[in-house]
């Protein structure tokens, strides 16, 4: 009989047991879940307010002013990969405000956050193909010959992943002619303009690296080969410079950020992803 009653109360207090364990797991789960939510929420408002407030800085004509619009945008950034850590548009974002302040460094190393193996993930094979082509224009601005070789590896892989970037082979040429390497050069700017007739700065510097005709010195006796490659020489001269020399139309990396939030109109706010989009 004692035994009966044991037995029974025992079951009693693990049916209790039981009971309470499944309605608080549900409860942490679902409050872990809104957690998240609200975090991934919240990141995403810091990340927007911070794009608009790049947008001013580069819209800004006071120095002064857009400087100081251009580190509360890295404030916003920052506030945003605190939240939301694995997503690489915080980071992307980050880079090009402190660009904007002139932090050539720190903007490099925000990138390479950005293009590490845990948040790369985030980000598809375009956008990292104009993240690369972004972080290749901070570290030409350094102009030393370690940077250029750096600069050339990412756009090298630019290519690789974004094939029709007319401004990436343009500043690949770029790279190639700091480093004298002019053939290598003249096939990148050419690959620019095929994708781009209109790049003007890539047309530019193919005019500019065409290499004239310089006669051999010839016998007296063979004038006539000499006349036929002077010829040669003057003929092509202006076939080259017929050539339009447009202005270059290759915008400002990320410049379109205030253009993305003002088309996207989103009810929520405009997406990391969507604002990239249009900023890349």
């Known amino acids: 009989m004692t035994n009966d009653l ?17 309605q608080k797991v549900p409860q942490k789960l679902l409050t872990k879940f809104r957690n998240k939510n ?24 006071d120095h002064t002013s857009s400087i100081k619009l251009a580190k509360s945008a890295t404030d916003e950034a920052n506030k945003s990969i605190s939240l939301d850590p694995n997503d690489a548009a915080s980071y992307i974002l980050k880079a090009l405000a402190l660009d904007a302040q002139g932090l050539g460094v720190s903007a490099v190393e925000a990138l390479d956050v950005a293009l590490s193996p845990v948040t790369v993930k985030s980000l598809s094979y375009a956008e990292r193909a104009d993240a690369l082509l972004k972080r290749a224009e901070i570290k030409m601005k350094g102009s030393k010959r370690g940077r250029v070789d750096s600069a050339v590896e990412d756009l090298v892989e630019s290519v690789k992943l974004k094939g029709d970037n007319a401004g990436a082979y ?69 076939s080259v410079k017929a050539k339009p020399r447009n202005p270059s139309l290759h915008p400002p990396y990320f410049e379109m950020i205030k253009e993305a939030i003002v088309t996207l109109k989103e009810r929520m706010g405009s997406s990391q992803y969507a604002i990239t989009k249009f900023i890349e």
Not at 10 to 21: G, K, N, P, Q
Not at 54 to 59: H, Q, T, V, Y
Not at 186 to 214: F, H, K, Q, T, W
Request: proline share 5%.
């Open 6 to 22: 044991l037995s029974q109360a025992a079951f009693i207090l693990i049916t209790i047991f039981m009971f309470i364990w499944m």
């Open 38 to 61: 609200r975090s991934s929420h919240d990141a995403k408002r810091h990340f927007i307010i911070g794009a608009q407030l790049l947008a001013k800085s580069r819209s800004t004509k």
């Open 170 to 238: 343009r500043l690949l040429g770029e790279c190639y002619e700091k480093k004298m390497m002019t053939g290598e050069a003249v096939e990148a700017y050419e690959r620019a303009v095929r994708i781009d007739s209109e790049c003007g700065a890539a047309r530019d510097a193919l005019n500019r690296l065409e290499a004239p005709v310089v006669p051999t010195a010839a016998p007296e006796e063979t004038p006539a080969v000499v006349t036929t490659v002077e010829k040669t020489k003057k003929v092509k001269k202006p």
